[in-house]
């Protein structure tokens, strides 16, 4: 089955400095990956949506230049939380389109707890 | 972002009993629909997806109906196992499945 890795699984930084987090499609292209942020108990939101070699597209209330999204190939998409602050520990999970599947379901990965301090 | 909602944050089942988890949804417009499955400290994984021009749809033990009128959304889940513990979320999308968004979810608790 389609399998969607992300690295580190759990990171702790100190305030101030900038975390990068990586999402990977292992057996398979895809050319839209999705971030969300999920605080504990609570729902996923959708944070933004990146699309292979184009920018990436971001929801209302995201700022973009905290959370720069590059997605560099059809397998690998990153995530780097900027000037990192204690509000933004939490837990992301991206997830991974099959281009070639025929419905939209999407594939996610294990999830990144990020730790600030 | 859309509004996926759902009606219960918890439900407490004894294992063999059946289980039915809602959703509401406010986007008429939604063409797609996913269930999803999140266990502790993982990230989620898919259940059961059915497409608006369809009400109901089987997979192993679980089906999901669609009331597109009430826009409702339900997840059953037949003879519940300690293993079906998790928080279940519905997801919806429109045609182009371009986005996805969340509801609040449910957690599932199954008494031995």
């Known amino acids: 089955g389609a399998v969607v890795s992300q690295h580190p699984s759990r990171v702790i930084c100190k305030s101030g400095t900038s975390v990068k987090i990586e999402c990977r499609s292992l057996?398979?292209?895809?050319?839209?990956m999705f971030w969300y942020r999920q605080f504990p108990k609570k729902s996923l939101m959708l944070m933004a949506t990146?699309?292979?070699?184009?920018?990436?597209?971001?929801e209302q209330g995201v700022e973009k230049d905290k959370f720069l999204i590059n997605h560099a190939s059809l397998t690998l998409s990153t995530l780097t939380v900027t000037s990192a602050h204690p509000e933004d520990s939490s837990f992301y999970i991206c997830?991974?389109?099959?281009?070639?599947?025929?419905?939209?379901?999407?594939?996610f990965g294990p999830g990144t707890r990020l730790t600030v301090t | 972002g859309e509004s996926v909602g759902l009606h219960l944050p918890t439900l407490s089942v004894q294992e063999g009993d059946n289980s039915i988890i809602n959703c509401a949804y406010s986007?008429?417009?939604?063409?797609?629909f996913i269930w999803y499955k999140q266990e502790s400290g993982k990230g989620p994984q898919f259940i059961i997806d059915?497409?608006?021009?369809?009400d109901k749809r089987q997979g192993q033990r679980v089906t999901v109906l669609l009331n597109k009128t009430v826009k409702h959304l339900s997840l059953q889940i037949a003879a519940t196992q300690p293993g079906d513990s998790a928080v279940y979320f519905c997801?919806?999308?429109?045609?182009?499945?371009?986005?996805?968004?969340f509801g609040s979810g449910t957690k599932l608790n199954v008494k031995p």
């Open positions: 997830s991974a389109r099959d281009r070639l599947a025929g419905v939209g379901e999407q594939y």
């Open positions: 057996d398979f292209q895809a050319t839209t």
């Open positions: 990146s699309n292979e070699g184009s920018k990436a597209t971001y």
């Open positions: 986007n008429s417009a939604s063409d797609y």
């Open positions: 059915i497409r608006s021009n369809m």
């Open positions: 997801a919806e999308t429109p045609y182009n499945f371009n986005k996805f968004y």
